[in-house]
T-cell receptor, first 115, second 111 residues
Framework: AQTVTQSQPEMSVQEAETVTLSCTYD???????LFWYKQPPSRQMILVIR??????QNATENRFSVNFQKAAKSFSLKISDSQLGDTAMYFC????????????FGKGITLSVRP | NAGVTQTPKFRILKIGQSMTLQCTQD?????MYWYRQDPGMGLKLIYY???????DKGEVPNGYNVSRSTTEDFPLRLELAAPSQTSVYFC??????????FGPGTRLLVL
């Protein structure tokens, strides 16, 4: 079974600075997808970024980028130029391709951006 | 595109009552999912569907039922509500098993 671990329960960062959120996962498969979802106080689950395991290039979406280390099974999220609106809970998630595959979530990390 | 919509946004139920949480998506996604999120926790899969007429259990299906008569709709039925079902419920959809897009959630309180 696949597992996703987010070992930091919470982090804090000053506005305009950079922060990195950690995530590790465990799987014996070589092809899979990884995601970071953001959940602000409104509770909406918002997709931040997605990475396909077969792609060596790290995904980037504006101020958000990942450091995908396949051999180490690590998938960290870097947020540059942090903004107050980045304050949220962040979930790392994993899914295998194919029918009947389930999205496995980590427990999440609470990020607070200080003004 | 409205994406994934859920109704109601919030509901209070008495123990033993029943209700249906509605979920609709307009992205023509074949896969749909129901999750619950307990306070301070990640999401747990209740049921999912790979297409109209096909549903299957997830991690925590007890106390719930689903049906999928159309591509767009995937209602979740709670029978005999219990305090343990107090949670936030999310519906999601995806094309095949790729990126899942979530609805805004339904907050349910069972007293």
């Amino acid at each position: 079974a696949q597992t996703v671990t987010q070992s930091q329960p919470e982090m804090s960062v000053q506005e305009a600075e950079t922060v990195t959120l950690s995530c590790t996962y465990d799987t014996s498969e070589s092809n899979y997808y990884l995601f970071w979802y953001k959940q602000p106080p409104s509770r909406q689950m918002i997709l931040v970024i997605r990475q396909e395991a077969y792609k060596q290039q790290n995904a980037t979406e504006n101020r958000f980028s990942v450091n995908f280390q396949k051999a180490a099974k690590s998938f960290s999220l870097k947020i540059s130029d942090s903004q107050l609106g980045d304050t949220a809970m962040y979930f790392c998630a994993f899914i295998l391709p194919g029918a009947n595959s389930k999205l496995t979530f980590g427990k999440g990390i609470t990020l607070s951006v200080r003004p | 595109n409205a994406g994934v919509t859920q109704t109601p946004k919030f509901r209070i139920l008495k123990i033993g009552q029943s209700m249906t949480l509605q979920c609709t998506q307009d992205m023509n996604h074949n896969y749909m999912y129901w999750y619950r999120q307990d306070p301070g926790m990640g999401l747990k899969l209740i049921y999912y569907s790979v297409g109209a007429g096909i549903t299957d259990k997830g991690e925590v299906p007890n106390g719930y039922n689903v049906s999928r008569s159309t591509t767009e709709d995937f209602p979740l039925r709670l029978e005999l509500a219990a305090p343990s079902q107090t949670s936030v419920y999310f519906c999601a959809s995806s094309y095949l098993t790729q990126t899942q897009y979530f609805g805004p959630g339904t907050r349910l309180l069972v007293l």
